[in-house]
């Protein structure tokens, strides 16, 4: 695994409605307190435990030796000063001499954090001569691996003190990606249960917030939120391996295997994230910045490739590289944000509030050593914590920023739907107009098995007397009156509307025909009946009803011109009388079909 300074960047995405979006912005604040009171506590707890352990570092107090291939440790003395050299392909010994750390000699924990290597032997001095020996292997760390990247070696409790502790460690890529701990057992089990907490927690919002995003792209077709799944992917898998939870199902890919995979997942992470950040607000950017900054990404991840493989001292090469091409990733990112903020939508804004403390944490970790803080996790706790941060805040983002696309779209297609309702209703009466009819009765009795269907075309007698004699306004009046009754019939069978004019039809489904002369007559009788105020007092007021009967399957404009004739019939035969077609016309071209269902004649007015 690589050092700290190689764990992953992270990278943007943008923003299924939920309760209310002003709710959103207030649980948006509230998370935000929250965990940024939260990092902060977590960070003085972790500055202020740092005192109860003692970092075993070159020089400080760990000397060193470099030996062939062997289980023992060297008999000749240890150098102090200076690096060790050409201990890749043998075994490098590190012996700390114990002076002054009193508290911590009765029950001594060493903690090792996992790295590149294939055998670790630890030996632990105690004052009256005896030495306790404990060893792991590549590929088999037994029960001493500890979630939170870290192998635990507990010395065993004795009246003599421990006076020294010695290392030997074959095969070691670099000793500067070496961190061990010297805790008594109070401090070491606190800081191994807080790294174990946080990387589990971490982990797990992580997962789903992954999971989240990867169906939110799929739902709304975002690439950006499809390319923040798969960072989510890539940090979930970092950290799981990292963290060392994978050894609960797969203990063979203990110490390389597992850091190599690390320092792979970490750069893919960086890329992933760099390309979710730069394709949610390409549009706001030049595309030089585009290209610049995705290449930057892509570079971090293929060069995670080669670093992943090597076991030897390049992999300090390596990570330098890495250091530099991070932090040279983060200033394009962070400059792509600030172009768009200042150039763009307001997503650039959702993306830096989200995307600031992961990125500050990452370029922290490639500038400082974060090795002896946050409870032994070091680096890779504080970007996995800060991961999760993010995940968090720009779930929430998405999620309002989608309520309110949501409540947008949904407004409109309400506009829509009134003005389409309103396109298809008559503005006097409220009735269905000729067009609003015709789709009705399409809609309403389209399908299904074939059943009768009566069409009844009705006109008002004498309207045009009524309209000179008592003004358009009491005609309209009159006209509203009759609406109001047929509206009455409206029913899953029956449908009315307004054709023009004086002219009123409904359509009505299921009747034979005595049945449905007596629904015509009754129709006639009560609208005959109405009260129209003064108009009646001076004359009343009738209809004339035509009726063609067909079925469901017959076109309308058929039904529409036999029923016409029949009208026009009962208004010769003396009006105020219900008369039925004596026939349908006789059928037309496929053509004239075609044509008749779309184009309708508008009736000529009646007396």
């Not at 199902?249 to 970490?266: F, H, M, N």
């Not at 090597?310 to 400059?335: E, I, N, Y």
């Not at 490639?366 to 070091?378: E, K, P, R, V």
């Amino acid at each position: 695994m690589l050092d700290a300074r190689d764990t992953p960047a992270d990278t943007p995405i943008l923003p299924w409605p939920l309760p209310g979006i002003a709710g959103y912005r207030h649980l948006t604040a509230c998370v935000r307190n929250w965990l940024g009171r939260l990092c902060a506590v977590l960070l003085l707890a972790s500055l202020a435990h740092a005192a109860d352990a003692l970092t075993l570092r070159l020089g400080q107090p760990l000397c060193h030796a470099v030996t062939a291939t062997q289980a023992t440790p060297p008999e000749k003395a240890y150098g102090c000063v200076g690096e060790p050299r050409d201990y890749q392909s043998g075994t490098l010994w590190l012996h700390a001499y114990l002076t002054g750390a009193d508290d911590m000699r009765a029950s001594p924990v060493l903690l090792v954090h996992q790295t590149r290597f294939d055998r670790l032997i630890v030996l632990f001095h105690y004052a009256d001569g005896f030495t306790d020996r404990q060893e792991v292997m590549r590929g088999d760390y037994g029960a001493h691996w500890r979630i939170g990247g870290q192998i635990a070696f507990e010395a065993p409790a004795r009246t003599a003190p421990l006076a020294g502790v010695t290392l030997g460690i074959t095969h070691l890529a670099s000793q500067k990606l070496l961190r061990v701990r010297l805790l008594g057992q109070v401090a070491a089990n606190r800081d191994l249960a807080t790294a174990a907490v946080l990387a589990g927690g971490s982990i797990t919002l992580l997962l789903m917030a992954g999971v989240y995003n990867l169906s939110l792209a799929i739902a709304t077709r975002r690439i950006s939120l499809a390319w923040h799944g798969l960072w989510a992917v890539c940090m979930v898998l970092w950290g799981l391996f990292w963290s060392q939870i994978t050894l609960i199902l797969l203990p063979q890919v203990a110490g390389t295997s597992a850091a190599q995979t690390c320092t792979l997942l970490a750069c893919l992470a960086v890329g992933t994230a760099t390309i979710s950040v730069i394709l949610a607000i390409s549009a706001a950017l030049p595309r030089w910045m585009v290209r610049i900054t995705i290449g930057l990404g892509t570079a971090v991840a293929m060069v995670g490739i080669p670093a992943s493989l090597v076991t030897d001292g390049s992999v300090d090469m390596f990570a330098d590289l890495l250091g530099v091409l991070v932090l040279a990733d983060l200033l394009g990112v962070a400059l792509a944000i600030g172009w768009s903020w200042r150039h763009g939508p307001g997503e650039a804004r959702d993306l830096a509030k989200s995307w600031v403390l992961p990125m500050g944490v990452l370029a922290l970790t490639q500038l400082f050593d974060f090795s002896d803080t946050l409870f032994g996790g070091g680096a890779q706790i504080a970007v996995l914590s800060a991961s999760a941060f993010q995940t968090i805040w720009l779930s929430i983002t998405a999620t309002l920023h989608f309520s309110t696309m949501r409540a947008e779209l949904d407004q409109a297609r309400a506009a829509e739907s009134a003005l389409a309702e309103l396109a298809s209703r008559d503005p006097l009466t409220a009735l269905l107009n000729r067009r609003g009819f015709v789709e009705c009765l399409e809609t309403t009795f389209a399908g299904g098995n074939e059943a009768p269907l009566a069409l009844l075309l009705m006109d008002v007698d004498l309207f045009k007397s009524i309209n000179d004699q008592f003004g358009h306004e009491a005609g309209d009046a009159v006209l509203c009156r009759i609406a109001n009754l047929l509206r009455r019939f409206e029913r899953e069978v029956c449908i009315a509307g307004r054709m023009g004019g004086e002219e009123f039809v409904v359509a009505i489904s299921g009747l034979t025909s005595f049945a449905l002369a007596q629904f015509a007559e009754r129709l006639r009788n009560d609208l005959g009946t109405l009260d129209h105020g003064e108009v009646t007092r001076h004359r009343q007021v009738t209809v004339s009803i035509g009726v063609a009967e067909g079925t469901t399957r017959t076109r309308f404009q058929r039904l529409y011109s036999a029923a016409d004739r029949a009208l026009y019939d009962a208004k010769r035969a003396g009006r105020n009388k219900v008369l039925f077609a004596s026939g349908l016309p006789d059928p037309q071209s496929r053509e004239q079909l075609e044509r008749d269902q779309f184009s309708f004649r508008w009736p000529r007015r009646r007396a």
